[in-house]
């Protein structure tokens, strides 16, 4: 069959297995029939319009009737299809109003808080316990709890002071406000893991804005700050005015100014001076054990003994043997190891931060490129992405490059990807780059939840093209 | 927050007006990856939905449409989802590589092509036209067509594949001369 041929059958969905298999084989190697494909495409989309014209003037279908329905009349045709255009405008204004009611809480006296952007999935829990994921730019909501699911969520919302507050990654934070008699009203975020970044507005004398984490607890009168809270620790961040932080393992107390930045630790009890933003660097390598946000961390060591132990189950090696191999591997390091990714709604995954791992901020270079090493044991794609802030506070954007099945070749399904940094897309605004900004958190996902990779080495280098060996 | 262009705001009446102008341009992008008229339209929907929602991400007019198709680019692919348990596909990535090649066609050149293609249909017969827009009539069929006409469907295909390649050749040399 012709190529044009096979390209019409397959876009009225007419085409066999089979011979979509041979169009495929045609298009992976003939850049024309691409085209031509892209081609016959636009044109099934104009002749539908045509197609559809005839009804959206009241015509009787052609085929029912000898009377003329698709008038060869180019004035009338374009009429008939800026009238379906109105329609389809008509149908998505609809849709949007719908879309904007579907928001449970619309109705709610004590909303405080109004959503300005959001991207990737979101799920609130407010009032009497009621969950939803259909979150919408505009929706007004009163406290509650909000849970990013993905490692490329974000959520910006404000409240009715104008102060803003952005949530990146898998975070969870729950939002209160009360009021007194004179109508002042204090807000309380309860960060119980992520990321948060908030711009906020002067708050009432005697009111200020409360940021409770598991280790610490923030209280802001009006500045922009950044908070990472990961399993026990808390990293502020100040970049404009001030803000006061309760280390909660010993009630001691410090006062950040701008510029600054300050770790509240449950395990580490002390000193806890602020100190300054330091000069950022452009390379960074992971210390996968530190670092792990959402995984599995393995030592080399443990997956050493799992094997011998298998060993010893299935017949291949004594139990005295396997003590022997054990021991002669032993030792006391045991940073060396990987993390395994963790099935998830959205993919298993891996999220390692920098905070652990890098004393100084890491800058995203024009040349900067992200080297992973690991092991893939399924057939899958994998995305790769970047959480950047801008170098003077603040979330700039989410990242990430897709990496397909066919780059996992290599031996013992090992496999290693280098991926300069002009791979990487921001879904939200394509034109975006990470050029210029910092690097906070690094994560991996793949298609399917129940896919099996495993990380050993992630990297961030900058090195110029020409300049590489 | 990515940080924005200033004084850029989209109003209503600017999107809806944009989203008209451009619908065309996008329901061509989506038909090259999915075969299914119903879930183009779906794909459409749900991407002006989402456009709405992020209308502020957008930086200038001129940024709509390169937005707008990689809005639409998710949503089409997830579609293919669905569509993929009922009937064979290309592959993800021959998809992925026929979406992006889709994306760096400009809009004047859909436009123009779009044009060429009025032009074209208008010089066939009626009896022709009826043939060549019957695959994608909602109300009737190459089969319902050859049962009036009284002629065999597979006669009717024929003549229809001969027809859709004049009409490609036509609207292919009126690109051609636009372009001299």
């Known amino acids: 069959m012709e190529s044009n041929e096979l390209i019409r059958q397959y876009l009225l969905g007419m085409a066999s297995d089979e011979q979509v298999h041979e169009l495929e084989g045609r298009l992976r190697s003939d850049e024309q029939l691409q085209d031509e494909f892209l081609l016959q495409a636009e044109l099934d989309a104009h002749l539908r319009q045509e197609a559809q014209s005839g009804f959206a003037d009241g015509n009787q279908p052609v085929a029912d009737t000898h009377v003329r329905t698709i008038t060869p009349s180019s004035n009338n045709s374009t009429r008939v299809q800026t009238m379906n255009r109105v329609l389809f405008v008509i149908a998505v204004v609809a849709l949007i109003a719908v879309f904007s009611q579907a928001i449970p809480f619309r109705e709610h006296k004590h909303e405080f808080i109004t959503i300005t952007s959001l991207s990737g999935p979101v799920e609130w829990t407010g009032d009497g316990g009621r969950v939803t994921e259909h979150l919408a730019v505009g929706a007004r909501l009163p406290g509650g709890t909000m849970e990013l699911l993905g490692p490329d969520s974000w959520i910006n919302f404000e409240f009715q002071d104008q102060s803003t507050v952005t949530l990146t990654g898998l975070s969870e934070v729950t939002i209160t406000a009360q009021q007194d008699r004179a109508s002042k009203q204090q807000k309380a975020l309860h960060l119980k893991h992520g990321h948060l970044s908030a711009s906020v507005r002067p708050q009432p004398s005697g009111y200020p804005m409360l940021v409770h984490t598991p280790s610490a607890e923030l209280k802001v009168l009006g500045t922009q700050f950044d908070v990472e809270t990961v399993l026990e620790a808390t990293r502020l961040t100040v970049n404009e005015g001030r803000v006061h932080l309760k280390r909660l393992a010993d009630g001691k107390e410090v006062d950040v100014p701008a510029r600054q930045s300050v770790t509240a630790s449950l395990e580490d009890g002390n000193g806890m001076s602020p100190s300054e933003r330091k000069t950022p660097v452009t390379v960074w390598k992971s210390n996968l054990r530190a670092d792990v946000v959402r995984g599995k961390w393995t030592s080399d060591l443990w997956m050493l003994g799992a094997q011998l132990k298998r060993a010893v189950a299935s017949g291949e090696m004594t139990e005295a043997a396997a003590l022997i191999a054990y021991k002669k591997s032993a030792n006391f390091d045991d940073t060396a190891g990987s993390v395994w990714a963790l099935p998830s709604a959205h993919g298993a995954l891996v999220v390692l931060s920098l905070r652990p791992s890098a004393r100084q901020p890491v800058l995203l270079t024009e040349h900067a490129r992200v080297r992973v090493r690991g092991r893939v044991y399924s057939r899958t794609a994998l995305r790769v992405g970047l959480s950047a802030y801008r170098h003077d506070g603040g979330f700039a954007g989410k990242y990430s490059a897709r990496v397909e099945t066919e780059e996992f070749t290599g031996a013992d399904n090992e496999f290693e990807i280098d991926l300069p940094l002009s791979c990487f897309r921001d879904e939200n605004n394509p034109a975006g780059s990470p050029v210029g900004n910092e690097l906070v958190d690094w994560w991996c996902v793949t298609e399917t939840s129940s896919a099996k990779v495993e990380i050993t080495s992630v990297e961030l280098t900058d090195t110029p093209e020409q300049d590489k060996p | ?180």
């Open chain 2, 1 to 180: 927050m990515p940080k924005q262009a200033p004084n850029f705001q989209l109003t209503e009446p600017d999107f809806l007006s944009l989203l008209v102008k451009h619908e065309p341009a996008l329901r061509a992008y989506a038909r090259s990856l999915v075969p299914d008229w119903d879930l183009v339209d779906e794909s459409l929907q749900e991407a002006s939905v989402t456009m709405w929602q992020k209308r502020s991400q957008l930086e200038s007019v001129d940024g709509f449409v390169p937005w707008a198709i990689v809005v639409l680019r998710f949503k089409c692919l997830r579609q293919l989802e669905k569509l993929r348990s009922r009937r064979p596909l290309l592959s993800d990535e021959m998809l992925e590589k026929l979406a992006e090649r889709g994306e760096s066609r400009s809009v004047e050149e859909l436009t123009a092509r779009g044009r060429a293609l009025h032009t074209c249909l208008d010089q066939f017969s009626e009896e022709h036209r009826e043939i060549l827009l019957a695959p994608h009539s909602s109300t009737y069929t190459v089969v319902d067509l050859a049962k009036r006409r009284k002629k065999s469907p597979n006669s009717l295909y024929k003549l229809l594949a001969r027809l859709r390649e004049q009409l490609t050749d036509c609207v292919r040399l009126r690109i051609a001369a636009g372009a001299k």
